[in-house]
């Protein structure tokens, strides 16, 4: 049964607090198109951060902060992110007598959604502007003098150029993909950390590109890159981080790993 999203439509910021905003989006339709299915190959979690939120004090006084969200990616649900967006915007006329409130009730209500536990860390600006930027780590791949042609996904572009094994980082900030329900464009930086025989830069880089017109949510792209680079250069440790653009207040981050169990948050330079 199809489920109906908020995505690509005109609806109406409610004016108080409602959960009902929210629209749960099952993972394993998109995992069974790549081939995963019961078994995950990997774990990992989402990253939400979220810029625009606030809400009431006691006295009637705005309160803004940023929420970082963290959600399992073993969850069978999936949140559609307007109407995440949505739903915080609900919370702008209520009252709350400590920040702690607010962050208890996005996680319970969050966790129910998504049948997990979605932790939720509230920040001022302060803090955030404390933070400042990041690079990703690793040496960056988008100065490789390649030519491009394909530009719907093909693992075949992927392999390795050496039996050699290594450790190593690379990330490429040339992601871009399309929301599968607006068509609207998507972009990120991909972070690649594995051990392995060596991965040849040039093909991940025209992998990479190849997302350029796919029709995707964030997390089944990385997810898709994950199994990809596991059946075509068999790592025998493998990390795959997306940090992609924020649109509409959120940026979406999934991290996809089978030796690491959590990421860091680093803010990017499109964030």
């Known amino acids: 049964m199809p489920v109906t999203t908020s995505l690509g439509k005109n609806v109406e910021i409610p004016s108080r607090y409602t959960r009902d905003v929210l629209c749960p989006l099952p993972r394993a339709d998109d995992r069974r198109t790549f081939g995963v299915h019961d078994a995950l190959p990997f774990h990992g979690e989402d990253i939400w951060n979220a810029y625009e939120l ?7 006084k705005p309160v803004v902060a940023a929420a970082l969200l963290r959600v399992d990616a073993a969850s069978s649900k999936l949140v559609e992110s307007k109407s995440l967006k949505l739903y915080l915007n609900s919370l702008a ?3 709350f007598a400590a920040t702690d409130d607010v962050a208890a009730l ?3 209500d969050l966790s129910s959604i998504t049948e997990s536990n979605v932790r939720v860390k509230l920040s001022t600006p302060a803090a955030i502007v404390t933070a400042g930027l990041e690079d990703l780590p690793g040496d960056c791949i988008d100065d490789l003098d390649i030519g491009c042609q394909v530009w719907q996904v093909e693992p075949a572009l992927l392999g390795c150029e050496s039996s050699e094994v290594v450790r190593e980082e690379l990330h490429s900030h040339l992601m871009r993909s399309n929301c599968p329900v607006t068509g609207q464009p998507d972009f990120g930086s991909v972070l690649v950390r594995y051990r392995g025989a060596r991965i040849a ?5 025209r992998y990479l590109v190849s997302y350029r017109n796919h029709n995707a949510f964030h997390e089944s792209c990385i997810e898709r890159i994950f199994v990809d680079l596991k ?5 025998t440790e493998l990390t795959v981080y997306g940090r992609f653009n924020r649109r509409g207040g959120l940026d979406i981050n999934p991290f996809r790993s089978d030796f690491e169990q959590s990421a860091n948050n680093p803010r990017q330079w499109r964030q």
């Open 201 to 205: 830069r040039a093909g991940l880089l």
């Open 231 to 235: 059946t075509r250069c068999a790592p």
């Open 106 to 108: 996005v996680s319970s």
């Open 54 to 60: 606030t809400w009431l004090d006691k006295n009637g």
């Open 93 to 95: 006329m209520e009252r």
